[in-house]
């Protein structure tokens, strides 16, 4: 990761702190010289249903120091929600940013899901990890170095299924190989200086001193005291000699004699020729004589395996190399159709076979499906609350309040007596005594007079200028245009009821010559084809009504008279078929016949089996097929059921039908293949789907799922209600 620059701030001292953050707050908080990459996964269970729950990430580390941003970081773990379709996303720190210490941390991931616990792995998070990040689904554990295991790669070259037969054999009790087994030698060495069997030379055996007697021999040279007898014989040369030496090998002076000046070798000469004899690769031709003994002993003795796949030595051998898919390959598939959003095309079909069709009402007050509206759902006053205490006033046949629920006391005043007294602060107020039941009306105190203006009315004597808005009281009694306009013959005028002139009127004189279109008005008359033709007997008429009979006959006889079948055509779609150009509106159910017919059914109540493993028709989860056909089927089967007993199924279908199907785990069958599905146990309940091509003979009759106990058990194993099965006619 690159390093960015970071400032730390002097603390009351003057000296530099270092910063210490957590990491949990590492979004907004983190170094900028941190990397980060994305993790990610989803997570649903074997309904398809998405995971709910937390993915939570803690380092290996207590705490990791970033000398470059000067910062110390603490190891908060890191919490991850997954969302409403079970995914999350996350970036976190690289494990093997090397701004950071230590280096190559590791992240533990916990998965914890409302409906049960899920794994607790290691991982490593490098930072060049390409895009999108890392996936918890396909992700390679770490594997903690206490706990790694070394298992055999190869043996003798081979991998796989090894067969060491007529490969090896055993020793014999003395730890050779038995004479009988060893392959004949036509020809080779039959002794070794007169040795057979497991030979072993020695020095002496070859003629050769033992080894470092060569070295001994030269140390014990080179410290004699006169191995040539040089110093005897210049001892003798010298003995009786009384005079001065006058030179010394012709020389005279300081002498300094060297090897060539007395006709020996330089100092070192013996030691190196040692020394050139060790190194020799092959001095004596040792080597040499051993491979030609050796390439004459395996002459003619054949090796079973010389190559692997062109590979010779320690060979290891991959997928690739035998021409397999990765292991793993199969499942990511898998996996991968699973999640495809409309791998089979089955969603697409269908949104094409009901793309256009609408419906007249498709919510009410917000609501869908069977509505059932309150009074207070649509702003009205419920018939309990009429008449009753604290309600409201019911309306008699007058359309006024009920007189038994007038009550003046209601605005606190009291009614009058016709006689009486003068009352008192409860009863009606006469003479100067002032009612506490009423302090004022419309803010108003004192002798009120109330005009239409102050109770929001409006005044008769105003004949309606005291409108808030004429044009708005204009628009609420319906009124148009024409209501604000003079009555005259100029442009922006109406015209008089009695106007002679009004524009686009038929006129009279003109016996309908001046209409627009002749053919519309015939049509808005109600006019047929007969209305255009003469009266007569020939070809084109029509029969007058005292006609012959011949013509009546005639009349009666044509396919279409009067042009009403072909009028009907144009405008009905036939019972036998046809084209809808235009959009097609079903407000109750539809029902089709043939190509495109979608059938289903849903189980509305659980069924169980107990203790039998005897395949046993489903009591709903069946449909109808026709003979000759072709259909799409599909299955959810929700069921329960103890850790013995499973489930298994397969399909009864009609004679000479054929029923192929595939599950979401990649595993397929015909309609008498026998399939297992684990169940979860307790009242857990779990599901399978089924996808299937079904293509029916002459037959028709019923395709039917049956299902049992894949083993006895007398935990009840429950196909659960919502289960469904839906098949589509193709062909």
Known sequence: MAAVGYTSSPNEDGAT??????????????????????????????????????????????????????????????????DSTGYFEMMIP??????????????????????????????????DTPEPGINLVTVVPVVPADEFAFTVTSVDGQTGDVSLIDTYVPLDETGKIPAEVLPPIETGVDSVNGQTGVVSLSAADVGADPEGSANATMVAHTSAADPHGDRAYADSLVAGISSAV???????????????????????????????????????????????????????????????????????????DVGAEPAGAAASAVTAHTEALDPHGDRAYTDAQVSGITFPVTSVNGETGDVSLTASEIGAVDNSQINAANGVAGLDSNGKIDGTRQTYATFGIQPVAETGSIGNANTAARGNHVHAGVTSVNGSQGVVTLTAASIGGLAVSSNLSDLASASTART???????????????????????????????????????????????????????????????????????????AISSHVAAADPHGDR???????????????????????????????????????????????????????????????????????????????????????????????????TGSSGLNNTVDVYSAPGGTTQVGFQIWATVVTSSTAGNVQFRWAQNASDTNATIVRANSHLKMTRMA
Request: proline letters at 4%.
């Open 566 to 664: 072909a009028y009907a055509d144009g405008k009905f779609l036939p019972l036998t078929g046809g084209t809808v150009s235009s959009n097609l509106t079903v407000s109750g159910n539809l029902t089709v016949s043939g190509v495109g017919k979608t059938m289903f059914v849903r189980k509305t109540s659980d069924e169980s089996v107990t203790s039998s493993t005897t395949l046993q028709n489903d009591a709903q989860l069946l449909l109808p097929v026709v003979a000759n056909a072709t259909y799409d089927l599909f299955l959810m089967c929700i069921f329960s059921g103890g850790t013995t007993g499973d489930i298994k199924f397969d399909w009864a279908v009609p004679s000479g039908t054929v029923l192929r199907w595939v599950d979401q």
């Open 246 to 320: 006058s030179s010394v090998n012709e020389q005279t002076g300081e002498v300094v004699l060297d090897a060539a000046d007395v006709g020996a070798d330089p100092a070192g000469t013996a030691a190196s020729a040692v020394s050139t004899h060790a190194a020799a690769v092959d001095p004596h031709g040792d080597r040499a004589y051993t491979d030609t003994k050796v390439s004459e002993a395996i002459a003619g003795v054949s090796f079973p395996v010389s190559s692997v796949n062109g590979e010779t030595g320690a060979v290891s051998l991959s997928a690739t």
């Open 17 to 82: 702190a270092s910063a210490v953050v957590m990491l949990a707050d590492y979004i907004a908080g983190l170094p900028g010289n941190f990397s980060q990459v994305q993790v990610y996964g989803r997570y649903i269970d074997m309904a398809g249903l998405p995971m709910t729950g937390t993915v939570t990430f803690t380092a290996s580390q207590a705490y990791l120091v970033d000398e470059a941003a000067d910062v110390i970081i603490f190891a908060a773990p890191l919490v991850a929600t997954l």
């Open 94 to 127: 690289a494990t093997d940013d090397p701004d950071l210490m230590p280096e190559n941390f590791t992240w533990t991931v916990t998965e914890s899901f409302n409906r049960g616990s899920g794994r607790t792995f290691e991982i490593a998070v490098p930072q």
């Open 476 to 550: 609420n009694l319906g009124l148009g245009d024409a209501a604000t306009k003079s009555v005259g013959t100029a442009l922006g005028t109406v015209a008089a009821g009695d106007d002679a002139r009004i524009t686009g009127a038929a006129q009279k004189a003109n016996n309908l010559s001046d209409l627009n279109s002749v053919s519309t008005a015939r049509t808005n008359l109600g006019l047929g084809g007969a209305a255009l033709l003469n009266v007569g007997t020939g070809s084109g008429d029509v029969a007058a009504g005292n006609a012959p009979a011949s």
